[in-house]
T-cell receptor, first 113, second 115 residues
Framework: EDKVVQSPLSLVVHEGDTVTLNCSYE??????LLWYKQEKKAPTFLFML????IEKKSGRLSSILDKKELFSILNITATQTGDSAVYLC?????????????FGQGTTLQVKP | DTEVTQTPKHLVMGMTNKKSLKCEQH?????MYWYKQKAKKPPELMFV???????INESVPSRFSPECPNSSLLNLHLHALQPEDSALYLC??????????????FGQGTRLTVV
């Protein structure tokens, strides 16, 4: 059975802090791993990782994948109150022309001023 | 245009009603999805359409009936729903697989309440 575990489940920090969010997974026919940020409604795409050891960066956010140990981390440096959201990790399982994202339960991040 | 548009944004329906949720994208994506999300839970996959054909049905009850009239549109027909079906219904789309460009873009969702 496919499994995605995110930790911590929730986190409260102050502006300027650095946070590391963790995602471990066991999925069949793994293709890639995606990170999303969800505030009120739609999850918004952050990163897609397909190769081990290659860090992806976007501003203060970065992420890396370890396909041998089956985990990924999402780092946020110099956090701001606007980073408060639920961060979802979603490995993609698929074959041929179809596949699906399997979401973890999310990490709820609250950044206090 | 990197937008997935869902209508309506909110829907309240009785248990005997028939209604439809609509989703549209114009990014040329060939995979489209329906997810259901309950409060404080992650999205759960319901259906996947790939090249306008249903490729994954995650054992969803038949009171939910998906339809993909063309490559840009995805509908979810609802009939005889139960109050526990109340949730946020999210549509997503992604480029066809094998191109290395498979990130899924989500619509803003339809907040469904069954009374």
């Amino acid at each position: 059975e496919d499994k995605v575990v995110q930790s911590p489940l929730s986190l409260v920090v102050h502006e300027g802090d650095t946070v590391t969010l963790n995602c471990s997974y066991e999925v069949t026919n793994f293709r890639s791993l995606l990170w999303y940020k969800q505030e009120k409604k739609a999850p918004t795409f952050l990163f897609m990782l397909t190769s081990s050891g290659i860090e992806k960066k976007s501003g203060r956010l970065s992420s890396i994948l370890d396909k041998k140990e089956l985990f990924s981390i999402l780092n946020i440096t110099a956090t701001q109150t606007g980073d408060s959201a639920v961060y979802l990790c979603a490995p993609e399982s698929g074959s041929g022309n179809t596949g699906k994202l399997i979401f973890g339960q999310g990490t709820t991040l609250q950044v206090k001023p | 245009d990197t937008e997935v548009t869902q209508t309506p944004k909110h829907l309240v329906m009785g248990m005997t009603n028939k209604k439809s949720l609509k989703c549209e994208q114009h990014m040329g994506h060939r995979a489209m999805y329906w997810y259901k999300q309950k409060a404080k839970k992650p999205p759960e996959l319901m259906f996947v359409y790939s090249y306008e054909k249903l490729s994954i049905n995650e054992s969803v009850p038949s009171r939910f009936s998906p339809e993909c009239p063309n490559s840009s549109l995805l509908n979810l027909h609802l009939h005889a729903l139960q109050p526990e079906d109340s949730a946020l219904y999210l549509c997503a789309s992604s480029q066809s697989y094998g191109t290395g460009d498979t990130e899924a873009f989500f619509g803003q969702g339809t907040r469904l309440t069954v009374v």
